[in-house]
């Protein structure tokens, strides 16, 4: 008899104790992709009255951080001495990128790189597949200015690739670039250039 409760008070004990330990839960971890200047691509085209011009920059460094399958934050680095203007040749080309790359616009000899760091991003509901889906919002420094932006982006998350797409306008004014811009010059007519220029984007980062 003295066995038998002796028994149930420690099953008793057991139950109580393991019962009490509340469920173990997946943890989720933050993987950090790295990009891949050589496989990523960073295009622009700005529009003036009379025209338009597009080109290309480089990235230099960047990184995309992923939480189980959703973006979460990261950082991207633009080397602005790479800017480009691929619909000219020859003479015109090199007056471009050099007044681009001037004080009348990106100052690229004092600031040389623009960064993008992505401080939320949230899904886009019922997206499909191949399409947007997320909304980010990220800080934008161009010319040492910090404005916020926000524009939606394809994201496809792989085991160890991120693929990462974007188009959106950037407002060229608000980083101290005025030249040619009919908002702050007077009867410039038709040699005004347009204040927003569109950024076209593609990452492709590994762990």
Known sequence: MKKTVALAAIALFSFTAFAGKPAKTKKTTEDTYKVSAEKSTF?????????????????????IVINGKN??????EVDMTTINATDLQGEYQGKLNGHLKGDDFFAVEKFKTATLKIKSASTIKDAIIGSNNYNV????TIKGITKEVTFPAMVVVSKEQVITKAEFDID????????????????IGDKAIMDNFSINVRLIATK
């Not at 060229?172 to 009867?187: C, L, V």
């Open 43 to 63: 295009k622009w085209k700005a529009k003036k009255v009379t025209g338009e011009h597009s080109g290309e920059a480089k990235f230099s460094t960047g990184t």
């Open 137 to 140: 919002t990220a800080d934008l």
């Open 71 to 76: 973006l979460v934050g990261g950082t991207i």
């Open 172 to 187: 060229r004014t608000n980083y101290d670039i005025k030249y040619g811009s009919g908002k702050f010059f007077e009867g």
